[in-house]
């Protein structure tokens, strides 16, 4: 099993920023691909972005040049650095590692919002 847990959501005034970050522990044996995904009210999960074990990154075409993923592979974190935020960003964030099966978080909510 493994448990995931993110912080670092909240609410932020447009083009403000904001930094998620989360946690993997558990029964860890090989992460390739950590993720993260969002979903608004009404609206499907969806990815915002992924990176694998190497480095490799990518993008939902709505948030590329505005955020950033990264990871730490001794800490079995990842991150995402979210600039120039919109109203639209406006949702649940998920992480998400696949081992074996899909494994989520709880979510954290980012709302802005003036």
């Known amino acids: 099993q493994v448990q995931l847990v993110e912080s670092g959501g909240g609410l932020v005034q447009p083009g403000g920023s904001l930094r998620l970050s989360c946690a993997a522990s558990?029964?860890?044996?090989?992460?390739?691909?950590m993720a993260w995904y969002r979903q608004a009210p009404g609206k499907q999960r969806a990815l915002v972005a992924d990176?694998?074990?190497?480095?490799?990154?990518n993008y939902a075409d709505s948030v590329k040049g505005r955020f950033t993923i990264s990871r730490d592979n001794a800490k079995n974190r990842v991150y995402l650095q979210m600039n120039s935020l919109k109203p639209e960003d406006t949702a649940v964030y998920y992480c998400?590692?696949?081992?074996?099966?899909?494994?989520w978080g709880q979510g954290t909510q980012v709302t802005v919002s003036s």
């Open positions: 998400n590692v696949i081992q074996g099966r899909n494994y």
């Open positions: 990176i694998t074990r190497g480095g490799s990154t």
């Open positions: 558990g029964s860890i044996f090989s992460i390739n691909v």
